[in-house]
């Protein structure tokens, strides 16, 4: 072992390598790490023994979830999505932070679960010009929750195939707490907020080597390339990959490849929804809470609902956020659907054709885009046409 890494740290080392069970071993590489001081001589080593934790937690996982379809157990926390699913979080308190009221302002749903300990999700369908969206208040996380405290390891694991995530937080306590809190869980699971994935892909291949490709300049702009690569190609190597083309597209860092390794990592999108703005001495919390954290937040949301103060257009900031759009469609008679498809921003008439029936797109000829603000209102297109909120749509097959 290296030099560079400090007594305390060896001393962990050698625990570690001496502990019996997985859970001891990542406890005590987990503390390994934290021990090791940070600077360029240790960053390989800090990203290699993060590939091995995060291995040995997959690999827990995974025994966890044999055990479960052996034993056919269906978690009461799972739910099934429908229309776009927004799920509301929040740190334990009891009187809790408020998200059984804002689920029934919004939905109507479990009016007299308000004030009671939320030992389950609950559910609403909260609906805005014909769009539904799935409103699911998930029962309070508490610290600990990434290694199961508090029912924390299924509540957490429900936030990884939804579609935004809302962290909600009680003005009239100390939002420092409650957002350490829930951002320190949020990441040991391995749920990564508002960042893109990295730049960059790892494809196996036939070859018996590892080949790292830099196809951008911010790619390249590394100091030292070669020891860089050498790098890259060893925290691969600890992963079990033994040939692999990596195509890197922008500036990395060794957490950005531990990431990219490990499949458990998902990245989603989350705003902000501070609670019980009503009471006194909330507005300089509001303030502080935007100026501390619009870095990672770009949607901060201050609400109270006994003020009944919640965006009257809730959908539409959502949907902006989220980056959709609506596109209408119109049948050959002319009528114009009530709900909106939901796509991405930037879609094309191909997108649209696909997600009506795939023989929209295989017999296409042409289609008809009416666009309220647009010089030309109506006019025809092919499939590569792009496609902007509110449009509708008239598609013509052969
Ligand atoms: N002053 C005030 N109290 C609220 C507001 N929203 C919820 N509460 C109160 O906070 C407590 C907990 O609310 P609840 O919705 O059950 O929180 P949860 O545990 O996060 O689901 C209840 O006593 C609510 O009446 C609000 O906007 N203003
Ligand atoms: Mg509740």
Redesign the pocket.
Known sequence: MSSNIGAPAKAKYQEYLDAGSLEQKIKLLGEFISLVPKHKATEKIIALNKSRVAKMKREIEDRIQQQKITQKVVSPFSIKKEGIQIILI?AYYT????????LNFLTGAAEE????F?ALPEIGIYQYNKIRFQIV?MP?IMRGASEGIGNGKEILSQLRSCDLICI?VDLSRSFEEQMSLLLEELSKAEIRINIPPPPLKIQKTGSNKIQVLYLTSDAKNVEDIKDFTEKIKEIILENGIRNAIVKVYGAISFDDLVDALNPSVVYKKAMVIA??G??PHTEEPFEKLKREYSDKFSKIIG?????RNVPQDFGEVILRFLKKIRIYTMSVGGDIAEKPLIMEENSTIKDAAIKIHKSFYESFDHAIVIRQDARQKRKRVGLDYELHDMDIIEISTM
Request: glycine share 12%; charged share 25%.
């Open positions: 929040s009187p809790g932070v408020g998200k059984t009221s804002l679960k308000i004030g009671k939320t208040e309070s909600c609670t019980k009503d009471l609400t109270s609902v006994h003020k």
